[in-house]
């Protein structure tokens, strides 16, 4: 009887725990397709953004250059093909007051006083 017993919970754990995406538990098969498919997503964006592959890679060096290639490559085909024209990106991070001292209406104002 004990033995029957044991031999029924040993069988409903090991069902339970083989299941083990119900756990949120990832393979690395999972982890590897969910970060090929972010570097392509990075690829896309950043040629869609009309930034150069090297850029890209430079400003995600995490992730895989083969995948942000790829990634940069579909896109780029997908905008030739539908004749998109890209969104350029605003720059990256904010601004300092040091760097936008040099431009603008203010730098013409002053050569024009000169």
């Known amino acids: 009887m004990r033995h029957l017993v044991l031999s029924l919970g040993l069988?409903?754990?090991?069902?339970?725990?083989?299941g083990c995406d119900a756990l949120g538990v990832e393979s690395a098969t999972q982890i590897n397709a969910k970060r090929e498919a972010e570097a392509r997503a990075i690829g896309s964006?950043?040629?869609y953004a009309l930034r150069g592959i090297e850029d890209c890679f430079a400003g995600n060096s995490w992730?895989?250059?083969a995948a942000v290639f790829e990634g940069w490559k579909e896109m780029d085909q997908y905008m030739?093909?539908?004749?998109?024209?890209?969104m350029p990106a605003d720059g990256g991070g904010p601004k300092t007051g040091a760097s936008e001292e040099g431009t603008g209406p203010r730098?013409?104002?002053?050569?024009n006083r000169s």
Request: hydrophobic share 40%; proline share 0%; with cysteine.
């Open 80 to 86: 030739r093909d539908n004749q998109l024209v890209g």
């Open 45 to 47: 964006a950043c040629r």
């Open 63 to 65: 992730a895989g250059k």
């Open 11 to 18: 069988i409903v754990v090991s069902s339970t725990l083989a």
């Open 107 to 111: 730098t013409e104002a002053r050569s």
